[in-house]
């Protein structure tokens, strides 16, 4: 009984001296200046450009929700790493950044994939750490409600990731 005893006693100990550590870690959206959202539609699924531009107005719609700035920024190949400077009143090489991809659609179904990058400087080095990945697919013929739906999940989750609650 008393090296049971014993035993919870330091496996008590133990959890105690990790809890603070655990506290103190860094979230994703720490030191960041804001969000900056890209959303790029399949070329060959028309309907992809209006759900990308009712994608980033979620996301302007849920950072104020988090006291994050959002600016919106075209979708370039390099936007993990890219250079921003300040845009829209806020650093954005400081800035996490949701990236918003459709592709395929030629059936009416296309893939909807969401990147969550935060980028970190190591010396003379940019390192884009990923901090939110999903995707799905979407179809175009169920209508923009339930696209908005499996999207407003996926851009919650990221809200949630960077916040360090995932």
Known sequence: MVAAMS????????????????????????????????CAPAPSAGWTEAACTRLVEEVRRRGAVAKMRVAQQPFYADMPRRRFGVIDGFDGDKAARLIIVFAGGGTGRAALSMTGVALIERGTERVAQEFYAHS????????????????RA??????EAGDGRD
């Open 7 to 38: 035993r919870l006693v330091r496996a008590a100990l133990v959890i105690a001296a990790l809890a603070p550590a655990a506290a103190h870690a860094q979230r994703p959206f720490d030191g960041r200046s804001g969000v900056i959202v890209a």
């Open 136 to 151: 799905t697919v979407v179809d175009g013929r169920t209508g923009q409600r339930a696209i908005d739906a499996v999207a």
């Open 154 to 159: 996926m851009i919650e989750r990221f809200f």
